[in-house]
């Protein structure tokens, strides 16, 4: 028995009445529709469906449209339109077994809004604003007829010279996990076959942020127990949220490419954490066997790849031209083509795309007017979530909030500039529909103040820098260079600020600069504009950074400098309305770090969960003969979980309602939270756990809850977390996950180094 849209082509009905009908009573039996489904398919069908096509480039539309209707392609991405997916999928139901398609695309941190980029989301550390940010990219999405995004992604990164730092969310396994949980749960709705939802594509599997030095497409080396205890439970939490789909990483793991990894993609995916999506490549990552140095040739590194569980190759062709041969040599199975093709065909069964291929295209009558609307935007949502992804770093002498009155010097290349609010990765966003700095403070200001402008410095003058970041948009250069000189441009500034009352600074990077290939071997901010800072801090006048950033800077003279710093990252659609709140105050900041921040660039690797070592230091001792780094401070410039308030916040009356904790037992933790500032207020209190003594050397200290919490002025609530047994477990050397009696310290505070303290017994 067929669907009705098939019989409805057979019949020579259209495609949309088709879609129209109701399913066929088929397709209540997953395993039997697809098992029936492959029966039917030749060889050449089934590998076409392991197939995902790139729209553009050596891959013409009308060749595309050839390839659809051949059966040869099992899903797209890059086309964001309702009107170009649509004949796509009309192109694929002609095909002899009328296999629909699926259109992905990089949705990461917003669609058409653009939400803040991913450390400033985990800045938030608030689960339902992150939530929000992923519902309106799945509704968004969803209503271009797109089916599945390559995100969440939850590498976890501890070396800021990484590139890809941006799209993360920090150091820390459980505020990442939580996140990953909450993302996935969030595009995927009630149901990954729901219209207004979209599958989740976790990536990069596994461990692409600890790639060797921080270089981009690096080696990595690990021991398992470091990586099941720090690197893969975000993954695992995503898969476990339900995440139709994993991205495999381009990088190797202990000598073994992430696309050729049998224990990785079958023994620990699939066997171990019981995944039954579809594994996509990463983009050419098959073909990159060769230049890995595992496959001599095509043919190797397409029997390499589909044998390890890769059951979709992304912008590769050697599936299309090995896998035939392969499998006529005996080298690769039948079966082992049938296991990945069954897994495409049922992620598309759970999208409702055999149901309904047109469920996210629609019909042409109802695709809108304008893509670009306005109206498609959700700017109250991308504008109450950047608020809360700013973390104010520095506010000395309370020179925020600013008065909305007298003269403000806003100076800066970052101040005004529209593509670089959205960040990297910004999917369909444009960049004319951002609110830039300049914008957001001059909206919030009204005739109540003058607000003057000076650009003051380009992002860079390094010539080698500039074309690297232009390198792919030629024709629309991100960074444009102003023409004047930088002496011209620091004098107009300079003579800026002399007539202000204070100075507001938005320097930092481009977006460019953070961004998949963008590596850095410097944390420093562009010297160009270190020199514009240090003309305006000539001037004597109150001077405020805003940061603009997708990686943890160097901040060492803006902390010695400035009288305040709020870092904002590169915070979406609406960022500069956000920032302009919390300048003047109509938002109390409220962000935390979710990633350390190193004096320099020689601390790398700095995160806040270390493991414990034999000669530690200790801050007011001798530090001969210990762990450190003689030169300079020992411990970030500022911590992890850090973030200021126009707020007082205060922690008092730790107490464990036992000193004990049975086996399989709860013990709660309670302590007070006081709000002892003049304003209303947010602050997100941290629950750390410190195993005093274990089989395996443990962290100082880990994560194991968090809260966010409003508070009035003057307003004291008593916050309350409950640990079992499970948050006291770790991976042992035999790779188990035990917990060890013993004693342990509970460590609550506002950030990971201010903290109370109360210690009981696992019995």
């Given at each position: 028995?067929?669907?009705?849209y098939?019989?409805?082509?057979?019949?020579g009905?259209?495609?949309?009445?088709?879609?129209?009908?109701p399913?066929?009573?088929?397709?209540?039996?997953?395993?039997?529709?697809?098992?029936?489904?492959?029966?039917?398919?030749?060889?050449?069908?089934k590998?076409?469906?392991?197939?995902?096509?790139?729209?553009?480039?050596?891959?013409?539309?009308?060749?595309?449209?050839?390839?659809?209707?051949?059966?040869?392609i099992?899903g797209?991405f890059?086309?964001?339109?309702?009107?170009?997916?649509?004949?796509?999928?009309?192109?694929?139901?002609?095909?002899?077994?009328?296999?629909?398609?699926?259109?992905?695309?990089?949705?990461?941190?917003?669609?058409?809004?653009?939400?803040?980029?991913?450390?400033?989301?985990?800045s938030?550390w608030?689960?339902?604003?992150?939530?929000?940010?992923?519902?309106?990219?799945?509704?968004?999405?969803?209503?271009?007829?797109?089916?599945?995004?390559?995100?969440?992604?939850?590498?976890?990164?501890?070396?800021?010279?990484?590139?890809?730092?941006?799209?993360?969310?920090?150091?820390?396994?459980?505020?990442?996990?939580?996140?990953?949980?909450?993302?996935?749960?969030?595009?995927?709705?009630?149901?990954?076959?729901?219209?207004?939802?979209?599958?989740?594509?976790v990536?990069?599997?596994a461990?692409?942020?600890?790639?060797?030095g921080?270089?981009?497409?690096?080696?990595?080396?690990?021991?398992?127990?470091?990586?099941?205890?720090?690197?893969?439970?975000?993954?695992?939490?995503?898969?476990?949220?339900?995440?139709g789909?994993?991205?495999?990483?381009?990088?190797?793991?202990?000598?073994v490419?992430?696309?050729?990894?049998?224990?990785?993609?079958?023994?620990?995916?699939?066997?171990?954490w019981?995944?039954?999506?579809?594994?996509?490549?990463?983009?050419?990552?098959?073909?990159?066997?060769i230049r890995?140095?595992?496959?001599?040739?095509?043919?190797?590194?397409?029997?390499l790849a589909i044998?390890?569980?890769?059951?979709m190759?992304m912008?590769?062709?050697?599936?299309?031209?090995?896998?035939?041969?392969?499998?006529?040599?005996?080298?690769?199975?039948?079966?082992?083509i049938?296991?990945?093709?069954?897994?495409v065909?049922?992620?598309?069964?759970?999208?409702?795309?055999?149901?309904d291929?047109?469920?996210?295209?629609?019909?042409?009558k109802d695709?809108?007017?304008?893509v670009n609307?306005?109206?498609?935007?959700?700017?109250?949502?991308?504008?109450?979530?950047?608020?809360?992804?700013?973390?104010?770093?520095?506010?000395?002498?309370r020179?925020?909030?600013?008065?909305?009155?007298?003269?403000?010097?806003?100076?800066?290349?970052?101040?005004?500039?529209?593509i670089?609010?959205?960040?990297?990765?910004?999917?369909?966003?444009?960049?004319?529909?951002?609110?830039?700095?300049?914008?957001?403070?001059?909206?919030?200001?009204?005739?109540?103040a003058?607000?003057?402008?000076?650009?003051g410095?380009?992002?860079?003058?390094?010539?080698?820098?500039?074309?690297?970041?232009?390198?792919?948009?030629?024709?629309?250069?991100?960074?444009?260079?102003?023409p004047?000189?930088p002496t011209?441009?620091?004098?107009e500034?300079?003579?800026?600020a002399?007539r202000?009352?204070?100075i507001v600074?938005?320097?930092?990077?481009?977006?460019?600069?953070?961004?998949?290939?963008?590596s850095?071997?410097s944390?420093q901010?562009p010297?160009?504009?270190?020199?514009?800072?240090?003309a305006?801090?000539?001037?004597?006048?109150?001077?405020?950074?805003?940061?603009?950033n997708?990686?943890?800077?160097?901040?060492?003279?803006?902390k010695?400098n400035?009288?305040?710093?709020?870092?904002?990252?590169f915070?979406?659609t609406e960022?500069?309305?956000?920032?302009?709140d919390?300048?003047?105050?109509?938002?109390?900041p409220?962000?935390?770090?979710?990633?350390?921040?190193?004096?320099?660039?020689?601390?790398?690797?700095?995160?806040?969960?270390?493991?414990?070592v034999?000669?530690?230091?200790?801050?007011?001792?001798?530090?001969?003969?210990?762990?450190?780094y003689?030169?300079?401070?020992?411990?970030?410039?500022?911590?992890?979980?850090y973030?200021?308030?126009?707020?007082?916040?205060?922690?008092?009356?730790?107490q464990?309602?036992s000193p004990?904790?049975a086996?399989?037992?709860?013990?709660?933790?309670?302590?007070?939270?006081?709000?002892?500032?003049?304003?209303?207020g947010?602050?997100?209190v941290q629950?750390?756990?410190r195993?005093e003594?274990?089989?395996?050397?443990?962290?100082?200290?880990?994560l194991?809850?968090?809260?966010?919490?409003?508070?009035?002025?003057?307003?004291?609530?008593?916050?309350?977390?409950?640990?079992?047994?499970?948050d006291?477990a770790?991976?042992?050397?035999?790779?188990?996950?035990?917990?060890?009696?013993g004693e342990?310290?509970?460590?609550?505070?506002?950030?990971?180094?201010?903290?109370?303290?109360?210690s009981?017994?696992l019995q």
């Amino acid at each position: 028995m067929k669907p009705l849209y098939l019989l409805g082509l057979m019949a020579g009905l259209s495609l949309q009445s088709i879609a129209a009908e109701p399913p066929s009573p088929l397709l209540d039996d997953k395993p039997a529709f697809i098992a029936s489904l492959i029966e039917k398919m030749t060889l050449d069908e089934k590998i076409g469906q392991l197939r995902l096509i790139s729209i553009g480039g050596d891959m013409p539309r009308e060749r595309i449209l050839g390839e659809l209707a051949a059966g040869r392609i099992g899903g797209t991405f890059n086309t964001v339109t309702r009107g170009d997916n649509r004949p796509m999928q009309e192109a694929a139901l002609r095909s002899r077994l009328h296999i629909p398609i699926f259109f992905a695309y990089d949705v990461v941190h917003g669609h058409r809004t653009i939400f803040p980029i991913g450390l400033g989301l985990a800045s938030s550390w608030d689960l339902e604003a992150i939530a929000t940010s992923g519902r309106v990219q799945a509704i968004e999405a969803s209503a271009d007829g797109l089916d599945m995004t390559f995100a969440p992604m939850v590498d976890i990164s501890r070396d800021p010279r990484w590139g890809r730092t941006s799209e993360g969310f920090g150091e820390d396994p459980y505020l990442v996990s939580q996140i990953a949980r909450t993302m996935v749960q969030a595009y995927q709705g009630k149901s990954p076959a729901a219209a207004d939802s979209v599958t989740a594509s976790v990536k990069h599997f596994a461990l692409y942020g600890a790639v060797e030095g921080g270089r981009d497409y690096n080696v990595v080396d690990m021991s398992p127990m470091r990586m099941h205890q720090d690197f893969l439970p975000p993954y695992r939490a995503a898969i476990d949220a339900g995440a139709g789909g994993v991205m495999v990483a381009l990088n190797s793991i202990n000598g073994v490419p992430a696309s050729a990894n049998t224990w990785l993609l079958q023994d620990l995916l699939r066997r171990d954490w019981g995944f039954k999506g579809v594994a996509l490549s990463d983009h050419g990552a098959i073909s990159e066997l060769i230049r890995h140095g595992v496959a001599k040739d095509g043919r190797e590194a397409a029997r390499l790849a589909i044998k390890a569980g890769i059951d979709m190759s992304m912008a590769d062709s050697l599936y299309l031209q090995e896998l035939p041969g392969l499998v006529n040599s005996g080298e690769v199975g039948v079966g082992e083509i049938d296991a990945a093709v069954r897994e495409v065909l049922g992620v598309k069964y759970d999208m409702g795309l055999f149901h309904d291929p047109f469920r996210r295209i629609g019909s042409a009558k109802d695709d809108p007017a304008d893509v670009n609307a306005e109206s498609r935007l959700h700017r109250k949502a991308a504008r109450e979530v950047a608020r809360q992804s700013l973390v104010l770093l520095e506010n000395n002498d309370r020179t925020l909030p600013l008065a909305k009155r007298g003269t403000i010097a806003l100076v800066g290349p970052l101040a005004d500039s529209p593509i670089d609010m959205m960040g990297s990765w910004s999917a369909a966003g444009v960049a004319k529909q951002s609110v830039t700095l300049r914008q957001g403070m001059l909206d919030a200001l009204g005739s109540k103040a003058e607000l003057s402008y000076a650009r003051g410095a380009n992002i860079t003058d390094d010539k080698r820098m500039v074309d690297y970041l232009n390198f792919l948009n030629w024709d629309n250069p991100e960074v444009v260079q102003d023409p004047r000189s930088p002496t011209d441009m620091i004098a107009e500034a300079v003579a800026v600020a002399e007539r202000a009352d204070v100075i507001v600074a938005a320097v930092g990077e481009s977006r460019g600069m953070s961004h998949e290939a963008s590596s850095r071997t410097s944390l420093q901010i562009p010297e160009s504009q270190q020199a514009l800072l240090r003309a305006l801090k000539k001037t004597g006048k109150p001077l405020v950074l805003v940061l603009m950033n997708g990686r943890p800077l160097d901040l060492n003279w803006a902390k010695a400098n400035a009288d305040a710093i709020l870092e904002t990252w590169f915070s979406g659609t609406e960022g500069g309305h956000a920032i302009a709140d919390v300048l003047f105050g109509d938002y109390n900041p409220s962000g935390k770090l979710p990633i350390s921040i190193p004096r320099s660039v020689g601390q790398i690797p700095t995160y806040y969960n270390h493991l414990r070592v034999g000669r530690p230091y200790i801050e007011g001792k001798p530090g001969n003969y210990t762990s450190q780094y003689f030169e300079e401070q020992t411990g970030p410039l500022y911590p992890f979980g850090y973030g200021l308030s126009y707020s007082q916040f205060e922690l008092s009356g730790l107490q464990l309602s036992s000193p004990t904790m049975a086996r399989n037992g709860e013990l709660d933790v309670s302590v007070t939270l006081k709000n002892a500032g003049p304003r209303d207020g947010a602050t997100t209190v941290q629950l750390y756990l410190r195993d005093e003594v274990a089989s395996v050397i443990r962290p100082v200290k880990e994560l194991k809850a968090f809260r966010k919490v409003a508070l009035k002025a003057g307003e004291a609530r008593e916050i309350r977390f409950r640990l079992s047994e499970n948050d006291l477990a770790f991976v042992n050397a035999q790779l188990q996950r035990v917990a060890e009696p013993g004693e342990f310290e509970v460590q609550i505070g506002l950030d990971s180094e201010q903290v109370e303290r109360a210690s009981f017994t696992l019995q």
